[in-house]
Nanobody, 119 residues
Framework: QVQLVESGGGLVQPGGSLRLSCTAS????????MGWYRQAPGKQRELVAQ???????NYSNSVKGRFTISTDNAKNTVYLQMNSLKPEDTAVYYC?????????????WGQGTQVTVSS
């Protein structure tokens, strides 16, 4: 198992920046993939960015070039740096962690943090 605790959400004006943090209860080296998802009111949860244990990353088309996912392995923490924020980025952002045990995949979620982009 892994517990995930997010922080860093808030209210920001369009064009501004925020950095989200997610701290895991175990070493990131033991986690296959870490990711950030978001869910806006009335919409399905969607993948925003993901980083795998080998360092490979992928992003949704809507955030490419604006958001960056990174890790600090010493702190068991994954970050999502969000720049040039738009009102459509408003959502609850969730951190996720995927652990693989004997070919079985287990997904874990944080509690979510609200990001609101508004003037």
């Amino acid at each position: 198992q892994v517990q995930l605790v997010e922080s860093g959400g808030g209210l920001v004006q369009p064009g501004g920046s925020l950095r989200l943090s997610c701290t895991a209860s175990r070493s990131l080296f033991s986690i296959y993939a870490m990711g950030w998802y978001r869910q806006a009111p009335g919409k399905q949860r969607e993948l925003v960015a993901q980083i795998r244990s080998g360092g490979n990353t992928n992003y949704s088309n809507s955030v490419k070039g604006r958001f960056t996912i990174s890790t600090d392995n010493a702190k068991n923490t994954v970050y999502l740096q969000m720049n040039s924020l738009k009102p459509e980025d408003t959502a609850v952002y969730y951190c996720s962690g995927t652990i693989v045990v004997l070919a079985n995949q287990y997904d874990y979620w944080g509690q979510g943090t609200q990001v609101t982009v508004s003037s």
